[in-house]
Each structure stands twice: as structure tokens, then as C-alpha cells.
């Protein structure tokens, strides 16, 4: 039970790294949206890429927690998603609204998962995930149906990444304050 402990929590802090630095990505393209539009695809592919990593890590730690156990799909979209945006940076800015809105539409849908597998157990505190699955499936349709064009979709790419790491951090907060919890049911 304290090697599960142990990396729960352990996954937990690497998600949490990730959303406070992706929220610094986010921040710094909003204030700083006349960065050429390479250096942004090159900085959210390489962020995706890590996330994707992440990803297949819950996947292949050993104590296999069964909350984790679609992660496998995600990291592998995750890091396609990654790789094809930082090679194809230069046409970042036709295709930079589209794909982080896919990537938000798969977070979205990777909480509903989560939401459906914490329903299961009865958690009360699910609530929180499902609203959150919702603003991120819609976040991220609006990103793919309406795409915007040069400064305005970099200063809207920052907005879109502060809220999702926002989101994310709340979901990864309330799984932390009921990591005992969870480490019962999902182990």
C-alpha cells in the first residue's frame, strides 16, 4: 500500500509541475504574442510532448492504479500532437488553434473518464471533475470551430492554456486532499 502511496503522489507532483509550467507557457505567449509564431509552435509541441511522456508514465508504473489506466491513449496522442506541431511550426498559426483545441477536446474527454471511474466508487467530490471535463469539451470546441488568425489566435492560444492549467490544477488539488481515498479503490 506505500509504494502505491508513494507513486500516486509521486504522479500527482509531475502533473502538478507540468500544469504551474504550462501556465507560465501560457502567461508568457499572452504577454508576449509578438513572438514569432515558430518559437510558439516549437514551445507548445515541446509541452506536449512532455505531457504525452507523463502520460505513458501513469500507464507503465508498476503499481498500475487503475484511475490511470487509459492514460496510455492519451500520452500517445499527446506526443504525436507534440512532435507534429514543433516540425511544423511555420504553419503554426493555420493549424496552432485547431490542434491545441483537439488536445484541450482530449483533456475534456480524459476527465470525463476519470469522472465516470470516481462515479463508480461513489465520490462525492466528482462534481468538480465532471465541470471541469465540460469546460475543457467546450473550450476546446470552440477552439476547432472558430479559428482566429495571427496576433489574436497567439494572445488567445495564452488565454486558453492559463485556463486549462487552471482547471487542471484544481482536478489535481482535489485528487491530492483525497489521495487516501482513492489509493483504496483504485489500487
Known amino acids: 500500500m506505500k509504494e502505491i502511496e508513494k507513486n500516486f503522489n509521486k504522479i500527482l507532483f509531475l502533473d502538478m509541475i507540468f500544469y504551474v509550467g504550462y501556465a507560465i507557457l501560457g502567461v508568457i505567449i499572452f504577454l508576449e504574442s509578438e513572438m514569432t509564431n515558430n518559437i510558439v509552435g516549437v514551445l507548445i509541441g515541446s509541452f506536449l510532448l512532455i505531457n504525452g511522456l507523463i502520460f505513458v508514465y501513469k ?5 498500475k492504479i487503475k484511475l490511470f489506466k487509459s ?11 507534440g512532435i507534429f506541431i514543433m516540425l511544423n511550426p511555420l504553419t503554426l498559426v493555420n493549424i496552432l488553434n485547431i490542434g491545441l483545441g483537439v488536445w484541450i477536446l482530449i ?3 480524459n476527465k470525463s473518464i476519470i469522472f465516470i471511474e470516481l462515479k463508480k466508487v461513489q465520490e462525492d467530490a466528482n462534481k468538480l471533475i465532471l465541470v471541469s471535463s465540460f469546460l475543457l469539451i467546450l473550450i476546446g470546441i470552440l477552439m476547432v470551430i472558430n479559428p482566429f488568425r495571427s496576433l489574436v489566435i497567439t494572445k488567445l492560444v495564452g488565454v486558453f492554456i492559463i485556463l486549462d492549467s487552471i482547471i487542471n490544477l484544481n482536478d489535481l488539488v482535489l485528487l491530492k486532499k483525497r489521495s487516501n481515498y482513492f489509493i483504496k479503490h483504485f489500487k
Open 71 to 81: 492514460s496510455l491513449i492519451f500520452g500517445i496522442i499527446n506526443i504525436f500532437l
Open 59 to 63: 500507464y507503465l508504473d508498476k503499481t
Open 107 to 109: 483533456e475534456g474527454v
